[in-house]
């Protein structure tokens, strides 16, 4: 008997093998008292056999084997070079044991194959982070390699998944456990609006802000496969790895992205704070982390394909007015680019409208103070370009294929494309005073492809290299690529397409299980939405884009005295809290009325807060109900007050304490009983400050 286990004060993480075989997750769960008999809990884990059983229960290892009699889904699936089915049956090789981190090798002598994986426990964040790796002595085609398998809690009664579409992202599912497998198998070639790759597991009874949970993130860009499996013995599996097939070749080494694992037993939220902090803290690298993250301004939405210099001028000055701090100018610049059938590829600038190049309009940004960001969709390409016609053979998939937004994809697992790509953007860097880059993907792939998520990848990593200070965000006709794979590399997401305000509530809201405010931009859209065709007050636009990294996309010459007023008191109060919230955790609140999302951000000292309610919809009772706030201090003071208690209707005709003025109640008076809102109108937005007294 071999036993490992991984600890911090939260949890504990134990692994255990019988002779030799691949070990199994046999506890994770709240941490082991010291001196815990780790022999005897893997004794107690073994699990007894009746009637029509095998004489021994297969293992449901870190890597379950078909050569066992495994019934369920095995962790590899592999041929030789002849075809044949490999079946590898894994004895232990080799260990390294540090506090923190585990890795373990096990190999197959009679097929040359050896299987490597490693764990590791950050006990600051509290995130769980573990890989698998494949080597054989000569080239196997593989066709699946999971991740370290985890088990399933037993009192766990459904899956919360996350399914999605175009402006319709981080869509909650929630999938009873049954007999047989739930599996997600993601071909789009990226990560994907339609299956993020996500994964919470609350036990019986458990909600956002309590309970016990688990969570799982598969940080990968290029398309993933989850199986959720219940076996017939009632064992329960969860296993993620690249989506199935798209290791196109075959080789002698095979890797699988980092599956982030969390448990908490404070709900979703204690999962969700991990996933947030461990992204910020490792992952997310910022040019200069020492400076706040500025206020965006993006002209998509107010000039689309039509550029003029004048205009895009007169536009800076209005956002620089409105207290932008950052203009990025979008789709339209390059090429004979007048709308989206032609030019992408081609990234000089388009003489004809700006005949003096980019430099007079980033001249014009600057002097405002604002910085300048640019516009790219490297790995696309039309068929109406220049570069289309002179490298046809650049482009991926068959001739005959289904085009996306009238573009095909740039096969960037080839050296030769990416040295092109870096050759023209980095020209355009070097030349420049360009501080960001808006990185868009606005089609998925012919076939799912491992190779062109590590193209990107190394794609990305080489513009880094050359340009430390330039940051780049991620955009895949919104958030079709967010994953800590690809966030290695950027510092934002665009998290959907929608500008619609009440959308992006929900959206951000869920989102908000694995994404901190500072990667997270949110825009306040024009007043008639361009995806929805919903026409929303300012101050819920203004507030639901202050609820992560503000921006504007709109033609702010639509804008009313009234409106710019508003927008630019709202970015001030945004800019004066984002460095305390650039470090909050977002708890997401249960909320008795299901027309009300609302969410808390609490400072990292436990210091301050801010509540945002945002009345989606009309209630169908007729007052608001008592709004339960999260994770204070049940025996400190804290002071309450309602920043924007003007904008209470005429129809709100009483005098809720909140409304009156401020508020002072204990933290268990607020978490347990909760503060009485105003009346509102839907569509609205409360927003209530507190600070511990």
């Known amino acids: 008997m071999r036993v490992w286990q991984l600890r911090d004060a939260r949890q504990s993480l134990v692994l255990a093998s019988r002779d030799d075989r691949l070990p199994e997750v046999i506890y994770w769960g709240a941490a082991l008292p010291e001196g815990e008999d780790l022999a005897q809990l893997a004794a107690s884990a073994e699990m007894d056999v009746t009637g029509g059983m095998l004489d021994r229960n297969p293992d449901l290892s870190i890597c379950p084997e078909a050569a066992q009699t495994f019934p369920g889904e095995p962790g590899v699936i592999a041929r030789d070079a002849q075809g044949r089915v490999l079946r590898p049956a894994f004895r232990f090789a080799s260990e390294e044991v540090r506090d923190d981190r585990l890795t373990l090798v096990y190999r197959d002598a009679a097929l040359g194959v050896s299987y490597r994986a490693d764990f590791a426990l950050d006990a600051a964040t509290g995130m769980i982070t573990a890989r698998a790796a494949l080597e054989s002595e000569t080239p196997i085609t593989l066709h699946w390699l999971a991740a370290p398998v985890f088990p399933a809690p037993q009192l766990c009664d459904e899956m919360l998944e996350f399914s999605g579409r175009w402006c319709g992202e981080f869509q909650i599912t929630a999938t009873p456990w049954t007999a047989g497998q739930r599996v997600r198998d993601n071909h789009t070639g990226r990560t994907g609006h339609e299956h993020f790759p996500g994964l ?22 290029g398309g993933h496969r989850m199986v959720a499996e219940e076996l017939p013995d009632g064992r329960r599996q969860i296993q993620f790895g690249h989506a199935s097939g798209s290791e196109m070749a075959p080789g002698t080494q095979f890797e699988t992205a980092t599956l982030y694992a969390a448990y908490s037993v404070a709900g979703s939220n204690g999962c969700a704070v991990m996933f947030q902090r461990h992204l910020r803290d490792r992952i997310v690298q910022f040019p200069s982390a020492a400076l706040p993250r500025p206020v965006h301004y993006n002209c998509w939405e107010a000039i689309y394909f039509n550029h003029d210099l004048s205009e895009l001028c007169e536009i800076a000055d209005r956002a620089a007015a409105l207290g932008a701090e950052r203009f990025v100018l979008d789709d339209g610049w390059f090429g004979r680019r007048d709308d989206d059938t032609t030019s992408l590829g081609d990234w000089a600038v388009d003489p004809r409208k700006y005949p003096d190049g980019l430099g007079p309009l980033i001249a014009h940004v600057n002097a405002l103070g604002m910085g300048f960001g640019l516009w790219f969709e490297p790995e696309m390409v039309n068929r109406d370009s220049e570069l289309a016609r002179a490298h046809p053979d650049w482009l991926l998939g068959p001739e005959d294929q289904i085009e996306g937004r009238q573009q095909c994809v740039l096969d960037i697992a080839r050296q030769d494309v990416r040295d092109h790509l870096f050759a023209a953007i980095d020209a355009l860097l070097s030349a420049h005073a360009i501080e960001y880059v808006k990185w868009d993907h606005n089609r998925v792939l012919p076939y799912s492809d491992a190779d062109q998520a590590r193209g990107v990848y190394a794609l990305l990593d080489r513009l880094r290299a050359a340009h430390p200070q330039v940051e780049f965000e991620s955009c895949a006709s919104g958030g079709g690529r967010i994953d800590f794979g690809i966030l ?19 959206i951000q809201h869920d989102g908000a299980l694995f994404l901190p405010m ?21 101050e819920m636009r203004a507030w639901v884009a202050a609820q992560r990294h503000m921006g504007f996309e709109m033609d702010p010459r639509e804008l009313t005295k009234d409106e710019a007023q508003v927008l630019s008191e709202v970015t001030s109060w945004w800019k004066a809290n984002r460095d305390w919230r650039a470090r909050a955790d977002i708890l997401r609140l249960e909320s008795a009325d299901p027309a009300v999302i609302a969410e808390m951000q609490l400072a990292e000292d436990g210091a301050q807060f801010v509540v945002f309610a945002g009345q989606s919809e009309t209630s169908a009772q007729i007052l608001p109900r008592p709004l339960r706030l999260t994770g204070l201090d049940p025996q400190a003071r804290y002071r309450l007050n309602l920043r924007n ?25 607020l978490m347990g009983q909760g503060v009485n809102l105003p009346w509102g109108f839907a569509q609205t937005m409360w927003v209530i400050e507190g600070e511990r007294l």
Do not use: M
């Not at 919470?200 to 860009?221: C, D, M, N, Q, V």
């Open 200 to 221: 919470i597991l609350p036990t019986r009874g458990a909600s956002k802000t309590s309970g016990e949970t688990r969570a799982f993130h598969y940080g990968w860009s």
């Open 645 to 669: 208690r003007v904008q209470a209707p005429a129809l709100s005709r009483g005098e809720p304490a909140l409304k009156t003025g401020p508020l002072e109640l204990s933290g268990q008076a």
């Open 518 to 538: 500072v990667v997270t931009g949110s825009h306040v859209g024009p007043r008639r939405c361009h995806t929805s065709g919903r026409v929303i007050d300012i």
């Open 488 to 506: 290695e590399r950027t510092t934002r997401v665009w998290l959907s397409d929608s500008n619609d305000a009440i959308e992006r509530l929900r």
